[in-house]
Every structure is written in structure tokens, then in C-alpha cells.
């Protein structure tokens, strides 16, 4: 009986990461924003500082409504400005729409 309750929890925890990685991962959204976005926009939980005009912080992007998992995805389909030679993967764009949603303040 114990030997089914472990089995039972391993295939709950294999579910729940497969999961997790299907909507992305905050972690290495985290890393690909620090390697991509932060020469234009502010990727840290900082919603203080804004590193340029017109370019919204990641907290700012978090804090949006509007900006579904569609709508994000479409940006790297027609890429704004100065946003050349970014072409993440789906599971990147995944990773980087975690990381901002982990921005959001409750
Ligand atoms: C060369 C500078 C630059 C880089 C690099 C950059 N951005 Fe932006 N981003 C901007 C500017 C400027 C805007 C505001 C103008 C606009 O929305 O077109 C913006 C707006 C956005 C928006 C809002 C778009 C919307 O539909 O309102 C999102 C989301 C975004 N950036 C995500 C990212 C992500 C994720 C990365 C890294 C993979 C990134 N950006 C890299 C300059 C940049």
C-alpha cells in the first residue's frame, strides 16, 4: 500500500512538471530576458526605473490585462522596433511570458 502511495505521488510530480513546462518557466524566462530584453527594457521587479522612454518595464507588461499569451506570442511575429535577431522558440516565448507573469504584484 505504501509502495503504491510513492508510485502514485512520482506520477503526480512527473504531471505537474510536464505541466509546468508546457506554460514556461519563470527560471529560464528569467535568463533568456536578462540575455534578450534588458538592453531596452527594465526585467527586474523594479517598476521604479524605467531604462528608456517609451519602453514599458517587464513589471509594467505584467500588470497588463491585454496582454494574453496570444497577443504576447504576436509580438515576436511582427517584432517591434530594434527588435531584430530575437527569435525565440515556442517553449522560450512560453519561459519569457512566465517570467513576467512572476513579476505581477498580487
Ligand atoms: C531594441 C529594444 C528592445 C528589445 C531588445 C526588446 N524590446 Fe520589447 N519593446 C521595446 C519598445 C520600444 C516597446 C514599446 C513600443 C512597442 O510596443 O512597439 C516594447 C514593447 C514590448 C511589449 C509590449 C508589446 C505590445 O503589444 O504592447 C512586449 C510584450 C515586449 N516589448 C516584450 C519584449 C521581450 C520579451 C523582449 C526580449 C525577448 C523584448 N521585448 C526586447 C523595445 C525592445
Excluded at 17 to 28: I, K, L, N, P
Excluded at 38 to 43: A, E, L
Excluded at 71 to 77: E, L, N, P
Aim: aromatic share 8%; net charge negative.
Amino acid at each position: 500500500m505504501k509502495r503504491f502511495g510513492w508510485a502514485a505521488l512520482a506520477v503526480l510530480m512527473g504531471l505537474t512538471t510536464a505541466g509546468a513546462a508546457e506554460f514556461g518557466e519563470a527560471d529560464r524566462g528569467g535568463d533568456l530576458a536578462q540575455t534578450w530584453c534588458v538592453n531596452c527594457h527594465v526585467v527586474e521587479a523594479a517598476p521604479e526605473t524605467a531604462s528608456a522612454a517609451q519602453v514599458p518595464t517587464f513589471q509594467a507588461l505584467a500588470a497588463r490585462d491585454d496582454l494574453t499569451p496570444e497577443r504576447f506570442q504576436a509580438v515576436f511575429a511582427s517584432p517591434h522596433p530594434g527588435m531584430v535577431g530575437i527569435e525565440p522558440s515556442r517553449q522560450q516565448i512560453a519561459d519569457l511570458y512566465a517570467y513576467i507573469q512572476s513579476l505581477k504584484e498580487e
